[in-house]
């Protein structure tokens, strides 16, 4: 988006929208600063929800579920003295997923912040694009893995299977 709508200004898209008598080269202008703007505020909101959510209830259930799974390996070797290999191995995964979201989130915190200094709407909407965009990907990426082995019990939102075959 960001790369398409400098073809709005161009000299031979205004001369055309000119000579129909659609737009004047001001309002061309001026589109292409609200889509920029426009641009901006929708990925900002969508950035600080993803904040948001990740601080809020994904790293909270995180860490209750590997506090959990502490607890039951603590329990199983005291009573019996086994190797709790999937506790053990879960909460590895758990506990590194929980490390990588918790450093992704205040990346994409300085991200969302370094923005702000901009005045150029062209120039925000771009640092959205190139920097806030690709830290909220990365971001999604480890929620969505630590989200397939966390239990359902603990995980704060709908699973896909939940959305696509719930029924309540």
């Known amino acids: 988006m960001v790369d398409a709508v400098p073809a709005l200004v161009k000299p031979e898209a205004v001369e055309i929208f000119e000579k129909h008598g659609v737009y004047t080269k001001a309002e061309m202008e001026s ?4 889509m920029y703007e426009t641009y901006s505020k929708t990925i900002n909101i969508e950035a600080l929800t993803m904040v948001d959510m990740v601080n809020r209830d994904i790293l909270p259930a995180l860490s209750a579920y590997g506090e959990k799974l502490g607890k039951t390996i603590a329990k199983k070797t005291a009573a019996a003295n086994v190797k709790c290999l999937y506790e ?23 991200a969302i912040a370094s923005v702000k200094g901009i005045s150029d709407s062209y120039e925000t909407a771009k640092a ?3 920097d806030v965009i690709p830290k909220m990907q990365a971001l ?29």
Do not use: H, M, N
């Open 88 to 110: 053990t191995k879960t909460l590895e995964k758990i506990s590194a997923y929980t490390d990588v979201i918790y450093e992704g989130v205040q990346l994409l915190e300085d």
């Open 31 to 34: 589109r292409a600063e609200v």
């Open 140 to 168: 999604r990426a480890t929620v969505d893995s630590a989200e397939c082995i966390t239990s359902s019990e603990f995980w704060p939102y709908p699973t896909y299977g939940d959305l696509l075959f719930g029924v309540r």
């Open 128 to 130: 959205f694009e190139s």
